[in-house]
């Protein structure tokens, strides 16, 4: 068997039951990924990127052939669905699984990436944040069909020279990342979706308290600080859904909650919603490190060396008796 031409699969891990796949359960599905190659690239909260291009051959199998098996293993001894994205690299497969639903496999083939690629927002592609796509919309490269068809000398002048070559190869779909086997997280993320379009405020700032309580905790069971924050609103306008996306540095690389949750909040009010009728908020921790080998600033406010004490207890708290068992009185029902 010939290598297959899309060898790269990005899954999405989603319970039967609703709600991402994490925890003791994330750790299972990797290694049931390990079971088809060894290639598997975490991508927390609830992804994976996985190279097959050796299980093809092994298995005698075309990419959605294997995609089936592993999504039937995950449904089985899991209770696991996956929605799988399946392309020549990393970035395209990512891009292929936003369109699969759960329980299917979106598959572009080698030779098809810029023709999948050309209808989709300039925001879509990797490393293209709000602001550069503000930027590019101003010279009509609303689509990344447009960026491709734009002369490299005219990417270079809007946008920098390195910056203007890497924008032009991934429209074209070209991606030069590879899968990285136990690659260490460079970014964890956590979501909160709602029933119905929310407009109460407060309902938010729950939500949000409730992020970064969950990424505080990640971060400090898994040794980690981050050093920035980025919010992702998912709210109801006149054309259906839209999507903000900004993002601040912390003071100094952190997992402490309270200082994640003050960012968090600065960030949200940045967006100056009035009455917004929210679906959906998503919080990313950027830029981890090891906590052993990050600085803190010392300080002699006792209400800050308070705050870290009792977090340390919850902590141990959670550990012994669930993550239930202690939450802030914000939480509480």
């Known amino acids: 068997m010939t290598e297959d031409p899309a060898g790269v699969l990005y899954l999405r891990f989603r319970r039967t039951a609703g709600g991402p796949a994490g925890g003791a359960a994330y750790a299972e599905l990797l290694a049931l990924l390990g079971a088809f190659t060894p290639v598997v690239e975490a ?4 992804g994976a990127l996985a190279d097959v291009g050796g299980a093809l051959r092994y298995f005698g199998r075309d990419v959605e052939d294997l995609a089936s098996v592993i999504r039937v293993r995950a449904l089985a ?6 929605a799988i994205g399946a392309g020549p690299n990393p970035m395209v497969a990512r891009l292929a699984a936003r369109r699969a639903a759960p329980g299917t496999t979106f598959v572009v083939a080698r030779g098809a990436e810029a023709a999948f690629l050309a209808p989709l927002p300039a925001a879509a592609l990797d490393g293209v944040g709000a602001s550069m796509a503000r930027t590019l919309c101003g010279y009509g490269l609303d689509s990344v069909g447009r960026i491709a068809a734009a002369p490299l000398a005219t990417l270079q002048r809007i946008t920098g020279v390195r910056t203007g070559r890497e924008l032009w190869e991934r429209a074209r779909g070209i991606d030069r990342t590879r899968v990285t086997p136990n690659a260490a997280a460079r970014s964890i ?4 979706t709602f029933p119905y379009d929310e407009l109460a405020p407060e309902r938010h700032r729950r939500a949000l308290l409730s992020l970064t309580e969950e990424l505080g905790a990640r971060l400090r069971g898994e040794g980690q600080v981050c050093r920035s924050l980025a919010l992702s609103v998912r709210y109801a306008d006149r054309t259906g859904y839209a999507t903000l996306t900004r993002s601040r540095a912390l003071g100094e690389p952190t997992a402490h909650s309270a200082a994640l ?4 909040y600065r960030i949200h009010e940045s967006f100056g919603f009035q009455r917004a009728r929210v679906r959906g ?16 600033q010392l300080t002699f406010d006792p209400a800050d060396e308070r705050s870290h004490r009792i977090e ?3 902590d141990r708290l959670r550990e012994k008796f669930g993550p ?10």
């Open 261 to 264: 949750t003050a960012l968090a």
């Open 281 to 296: 908020i998503a919080l990313r921790a950027e830029g981890l490190t090891d906590a052993a080998r990050a600085s803190r």
């Open 77 to 82: 001894l899991h209770g696991v669905d996956c």
């Open 312 to 314: 340390e207890v919850a």
């Open 189 to 192: 993320a956590a979501e909160r």
């Open 43 to 46: 991508v927390p909260p609830d």
């Open 324 to 333: 239930g068992a202690v939450k802030p009185a914000g939480l509480a029902a």
